[in-house]
C-alpha cells in the first residue's frame, strides 16, 4: 500500500498535461479548447490537477461533450474499457496506469500495488469507502447509528476469510518419514470443516472435505490435512479448484501411491438466489494415483468414506 504524496500528484498532472497536448497536437491545444470529462470520484480531483498544466483544457458536466476523458488511476483497466466502448475513439488519459506500469519516482515500479490518494485520505479510509459504498449501493444509511462499526469490522472479516492468500501449504506440510515405514494402508480424515468464499459472487460456501490418501515412505500429522484444506479455502475459490489444489499439494509434498478429495458444500450464492433448491449439497472429487486407477483402492475409499 502506498500513499501518494501531493508532490507525486503534481509531477503525474504535468506527465498527463503533456501526453493531452501530444495526443491533440500543439496547435490544436493552442487554436481550440480541449473538453474533458474527468471519470467520477477520483478523475474530478485527476481534472483539476493536471487543468492547471493544460490551460487549453476545461471540464464539461457530462461525457457526451468530452473530447478526453481523464481519471486518476487505470487499475484493472475495466473503467477505461467500459468508456471505449461507449465513446469509441475518445482518448483516456489517467495520471497513474497501472496496465502500461508507467510510475514516477515517487510511486516505484513495477507492481505498485493499492495506490491511496491524498483525497482519499488514510489508507484505512480508504479501505473503508468500500464497505460503506456497498452499504450506499444496497439503500442503507452508513450513517445509521448501527452501522458505525459496520466497515472496520467488514474488513476485517474479510482479512480473516482470505487469510490463506499470506499463507504457504509447504510450511504446513511437515513430512514424516519416521515411522511411516510399515503404513501402506489408507490414511483418511474424514469431516474436515471448509469455509470458503465463492469467486463469482464472494458468498459464502461452506461444508466439509474428506481427505484420504495411501502413504509411500511419507505421513504427515492429521492436523496438518485440515489446515491445507483451511489454507486453500481461505481464498476466493471454486470448489472444483479446491478440491484439485488440495489433492495436487498432498501428491507434490507425500508423493504418495494414491490421494483422494471429496467435498460437499452448500452454496450460499445458489440456495439463497433461488438457483437451487436449498439444502443441496454440491460434490467434488479429485483422485489421484491408486485412488484413481485402482477400483478395489477407491471402493475401499468411498466405503470408509461413508
Ligand atoms: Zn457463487
Known sequence: ????????????????????TEHFGIKAVARRMVAAFPVPRGGVAAAYAVRKHCPS????????????????????????????????????????DKQKQVFNDEVGAPDPGWLVFPWEGNSQSSASDIPIRLLQFIGEDPGRGGLAETPGRFLRAWSDWTIGYGQDPKDVLKVFEDGAERCDQLVLVKDIPVYSHCEHHLAPFFGVAHVGYIPNGK???????????????KRLQVQERLTNQIADTLTEYLDPLGVGVVIECRHMCMESRGIQRQGSTTITSAMRGALLDEPSARAEFLAIMK
Request: proline share 1%; hydrophobic share 50%.
Open 1 to 20: 500500500m502506498i500513499k501518494l504524496s501531493h508532490q507525486a500528484i503534481e509531477t503525474a498532472a504535468i506527465a498527463t498535461a503533456r501526453a493531452i
Open 57 to 96: 483544457l476545461y471540464l464539461v458536466d457530462t461525457a457526451d461533450e468530452a473530447d478526453c476523458f481523464i481519471d486518476d488511476l487505470v487499475d484493472s483497466g475495466r473503467t477505461r474499457d467500459a468508456y471505449a466502448e461507449q465513446f469509441e475513439g475518445i482518448p483516456f488519459f489517467a495520471l497513474f
Open 219 to 233: 505421513i504427515v500429522g492429521l492436523s496438518k490435512i485440515s489446515r491445507l484444506v483451511d489454507i486453500f479455502a
